[in-house]
């Protein structure tokens, strides 16, 4: 597993923008997915984004497609979370999250289970 370290978070104006960030420890980060998983008060923890071990594939929940965009530098072990016209309902803490294994496709429905090395989360709250 990785040590997972976000920040970036802040409060924004709708129709902002925040740059999340994610800082990894560990050798392990460049064979792995990583993802953003959000968790609003009282509501469940869901999928935002998610890429690659190699950041050529991406996939992202419906509510956040074509605002949001992930990417990753595995030379600096960061992964980030690019937020665009923002939205009220975007308010929840964002946490990163590394997968448990190696080498991992994107490409099917995203599962929290899956991914075993979590951030602390960073706040984001938008207002209307």
């Known amino acids: 597993q990785v040590q997972l370290v976000e920040s970036g978070g802040g409060s924004v104006q709708a129709g902002g923008s925040l740059r999340l960030s994610c800082t990894a420890s560990g050798r392990r980060f460049s064979t792995l997915a990583m993802a953003w998983f959000r968790q609003a008060p009282g509501k469940e923890r869901e999928f935002v984004a998610a890429?690659?071990?190699?950041?050529?594939?991406?996939n992202y929940a419906n509510s956040v497609k074509g605002r949001f965009t992930i990417s990753r530098d595995n030379v600096k072990n960061q992964v980030f979370l690019q937020m665009n016209s923002l939205k009220s309902e975007d308010t929840a803490t964002y946490y990163c999250?590394?997968?448990?294994?190696?080498?991992?496709?994107?490409?099917?429905?995203?599962?929290?289970?899956?991914?075993?090395?979590w951030g602390q989360g960073t706040q984001v709250t938008v207002s209307s």
């Open positions: 999250a590394g997968h448990l294994e190696a080498f991992q496709s994107v490409f099917s429905k995203i599962h929290a289970a899956d991914f075993g090395s």
């Open positions: 890429i690659s071990w190699n950041g050529e594939y991406n």
